[in-house]
Structures are given as structure tokens and as C-alpha cells.
């Protein structure tokens, strides 16, 4: 029960916060959008500085210490607290072999997810440190994503390792005053929801089928909501990832466009359609709020992005149309998805997958501040855990060479299937590296070793005089 007295302020949910509660009231067990980051510190630590630490930081932020109200209330709200405690573990486990070491912490891992977190209630952050040595420790830090987006991870840490390091200096650490995230949430009330409307009305305007991998004929009915994730991750050579770059920047767009259309042509080729919709994460941080970049919450949102072809169409024009569609989206890409999908004819069936592409790789953001403190310490095995509830997710992460994972569910895909389409991908990006002033409908999407898959798998059907569709293939 939260008691009147450590309240400290009370407002509506953004959009995405919206709908991550709605799906966690739906899928109570699901662990989509259940945030979990671990990696391993060389460095003699004090836990109880860094217990400190961390709470030092929930007293700057309104959206850590944040708790949702959804039931007999009209619309569900958010509840500020005055006063907040991360939930924090420490666990000596020095005296296990490093095999032993390595399962408790695989099981840890597990149970903390399986643990889940109660929104109306606790703090949706929670902290362990599994001490391994005497200067190694593994830190796991985990919350729910409905408080706050992948860019605040990066704010967050800097901030907790920025004061723990300099009170063992025994500095202030001087940190200026945070913008609460409620600043988000009144820009929210003032934008012009009806003219966002008729924007996405007409951006899905004659849109209507589903872009979906699996056949519209044959969908699979995922009894109980099962989600085994799986993932898959592959990389584009250093030389194709030098080249799209150099294709972006001759054509003024982001590198992420360029992915964009490089899956907006495989649907299209793989479907045998000339217009095709997925899904794409948006940072959704508004340049006309003050400090934006610096503010802790949740500003992600998820908009349609549609992929138009034609058959003489060249890659440049391609580029060109899909640049000048996601500026104009910009403009309007805080409106609230299911607002969106009631704006097209599909509603809900829209999209059924979708593409974030990362610009906060979370190695990288340590290694950045842990260079600021001392040459000393060190980080290593960076993992993370965190989905969508969607079957089918694509993360990209700029590096010198271009790191793409496929998120999937397993009881909807199989593996195999799963492989060929990061085959084709691959393949779609060596033929625009190789010769970008092609066509676009005579790009060849398939390997020499698909191609061998598909030639056996025809022979044999010819054999059994069974007709052969190319879509029920992991081609």
C-alpha cells in the first residue's frame, strides 16, 4: 500500500508506458520488456558505497522512483514516490570452483528474470553483486522497461559509477540538477493529436495485408502465449559495412535507413509484393524539450515504416522516398501506436515484427566511463536480456563491422528458417555493395547455398509429384 505521505507527484502514462503495462496485466508471466545487464568488474569493490550510490541516484530521478496505478481508476497512473530503495544483493560466492561459480550465476540470472516485478508495488530496479574474487564481481542490474528506454541505462550508470568513484576519492561528484521526466509527459498533452491522425491515416492510406513471415494461410496459433527466445547473431564484413556507410552518407541518409530497406526489400521479394510494413523503434526524445538527452525515462516509441517498390525503382530512389518519409514521421512519432493501427485499415495486424536499431551499445558505454576513473579497472562478458513481445525482432548495433541479431520466438520459428533469412539478408547487402546501380527488382536475394537447398528440395518434390512453393521453404 503506498502510504499518502511519500507521495510526491501523480500523472498519466506515456504512450509506450501504456502499452508495456497492458501487456504485462495480458501476459502475466511474460518477461517481455524485463530489462536484465550483468557484467563482470575487475576492481576491489565496496558494496555498501555502491548500494549508496545507486540510491543516491533514485533521490535525483522521478522515473526510478516510480510505481503504476491500474486498478478502479479510469486510466492508469503513475505514482511518484518521495522516497525509494533499489532492492540490493550482495552474495559472497568465493569459495566455489569457477564451474560452480559460472552455474550459480546462470541460475541466478534465471530466477531473477522468473521473479519478475510487481508495478504497483516495488522498485523496478533491483541490483545484485555476486562477488566471484576478491577484486572480480559480477553485477547483474535489472528493471522493468516501463520506467525507463535503453539511452537511460547509459545516464544511469554513468551517474552511479560517477558519484561511487568519487566518494572513494572522498570528492563531491557535483552532478547538475536532473529534469524530471514529468517535463515528457505535459509536452505529451500539448501536441496535436488530431493532426497526427490524419499524418499516419494517410501514410497507411491503401495498405492492406500483413507483412508477415509466416503465410497468411498457415499461421501458427501459439497456445498460452509461449515465448522460447531464441537468438541469432551474425555480422557483416568490415568492407560491406565501410561501403553501405559510404551509401548513406552519398545519399544523405542514416546508416539505418539503409537496413531499413535492405529487410524492406527481402519482405518484399520474399511475400512477392511491391508495398510492405514493418515496425521500427524511435528514440522519441523531442529536441524542443531542454536537456532531453539527459533526462531519465521512457521516450521510446514503436512506428510503422513502409517500404514502397517498383520495378525499375534503383536503390538511391529507394533511399531517397524512405528518408524523406521518416522526417516527415519524426514530426509525429509520439503518437501512440494503437492510435496508429486504428488510423489503418489492418488495425492490430499492421506489423507483426520489428527493427531497433541501437545506438547505446552498453559495453562500450562502460568501458567509456570506467576510463574516467582510473586505468585500473576493467570490464568483460556484457550481456543483456531484453525482448519485445513481438515473435520477431532485429536489433542492430553500429560497430566497424555491422552486428545484427534476430530475436525470435522458437515455437513460432524454426531455427533453420531463421538462418536462411540472415543468409538472404547478407546477400541483399553484398549485391547492393557490389552493384548499387541496379535495379532493385533484379537484385538476387538468394546464396549459392540456398540456391543448392531449393534445387534438391524441387528435385525431390518433382519425384514424389507434389507441387513446390518457394514460401514453405527455408529457402
Known amino acids: 500500500m503506498i502510504q499518502k505521505e511519500n507521495l510526491a507527484d501523480i500523472y498519466p502514462l506515456s504512450p509506450m508506458q501504456a502499452g508495456m503495462l497492458f501487456h504485462a496485466l495480458y501476459e502475466e508471466n511474460s518477461l517481455a520488456y524485463l530489462n536484465q545487464h550483468t557484467f563482470r568488474l575487475a576492481d576491489t569493490f565496496d558494496t555498501t558505497l555502491f548500494e549508496h550510490s545507486i540510491n543516491e541516484v533514485l533521490k535525483r530521478h522521478d522515473a526510478l522512483r516510480t510505481v503504476f496505478m491500474f486498478k478502479n481508476v479510469p486510466e492508469p497512473l503513475q505514482l511518484v514516490l518521495k522516497r525509494q530503495k533499489v532492492t540490493f544483493n550482495f552474495l559472497d560466492i568465493q569459495q566455489l570452483s569457477v564451474q560452480e561459480q ?29 562477488q566471484l574474487a576478491n577484486d572480480y564481481s559480477q553485477v547483474i542490474w535489472t528493471n522493468h522497461h516501463i520506467i525507463m528506454d535503453g539511452w537511460s541505462n547509459g545516464i544511469i550508470l554513468k551517474e552511479v559509477f560517477t558519484i561511487y568513484y568519487n566518494y572513494k576519492m572522498g570528492k563531491n561528484s557535483n552532478l547538475p540538477p536532473p529534469v524530471p521526466y514529468k517535463t515528457y509527459i505535459q509536452w505529451l498533452k500539448n501536441q496535436q493529436l488530431s493532426e497526427a491522425k490524419i499524418y499516419w491515416k494517410k501514410y497507411l492510406r491503401d495498405y492492406s495485408q500483413l507483412a508477415s513471415l509466416i503465410p497468411a ?85 514503436t512506428i510503422p515504416v513502409r517500404v514502397v517498390l517498383t520495378d525499375t525503382m534503383m536503390i538511391n530512389e529507394l533511399l531517397k522516398n524512405m528518408q524523406i518519409n521518416a522526417l516527415a514521421s519524426k514530426k509525429y512519432d509520439y503518437y501512440p501506436l494503437s492510435e496508429v493501427q486504428a488510423a489503418s485499415s489492418l488495425k492490430k495486424q499492421l506489423f507483426d515484427h520489428i527493427i531497433d536499431f541501437e545506438n547505446y551499445p552498453l559495453d562500450q558505454e562502460l568501458n567509456d566511463i570506467f576510463m574516467q576513473f582510473s586505468q585500473g579497472i576493467s570490464i568483460d562478458n556484457v550481456t543483456e536480456f531484453d525482448h519485445s513481445h513481438y515473435n520477431f525482432t532485429i536489433i542492430v548495433r553500429p560497430r566497424d563491422q555491422l552486428k545484427i541479431m534476430f530475436m525470435y520466438n522458437n515455437t513460432v520459428f524454426e531455427s533453420i528458417f531463421i538462418e536462411s533469412i540472415s543468409r538472404c539478408f547478407i546477400q541483399i547487402a553484398e549485391q547492393l555493395v557490389k552493384q548499387p546501380q541496379q535495379a532493385i527488382s533484379a537484385i538476387d536475394m538468394l546464396s549459392t547455398q540456398d540456391k543448392t537447398i531449393i534445387a534438391t528440395l524441387k528435385t525431390e518434390l518433382a519425384k514424389q509429384q507434389q507441387p513446390f512453393m518457394i514460401a514453405e521453404f527455408s529457402f
Open 102 to 130: 559460472e552455474s550459480y550465476v546462470q541460475n541466478y540470472l534465471q530466477e531473477d528474470r522468473n521473479r519478475g516485478f510487481d508495478l504497483s508495488q516495488e522498485a523496478l530496479i533491483r541490483i545484485a553483486v555476486l
Open 217 to 301: 494461410d498457415n499461421q501458427i496459433i501459439n497456445e498460452g502465449n509461449r515465448f522460447i527466445l531464441k537468438e541469432l547473431w551474425f555480422e557483416l564484413s568490415l568492407e560491406i559495412t565501410q561501403v553501405l556507410q559510404q551509401l548513406a552518407t552519398q545519399n544523405q541518409v542514416t546508416i539505418s535507413i539503409v537496413i531499413q530497406a535492405i529487410w524492406g526489400i527481402f519482405l518484399a521479394k520474399y511475400l512477392q509484393t511491391n508495398d510492405v510494413v514493418f515496425g521500427t523503434v524511435v528514440s522519441g526524445r523531442p529536441e524542443e524539450i531542454q536537456q532531453v538527452e539527459n533526462i531519465v525515462g521512457i521516450f521510446i516509441n
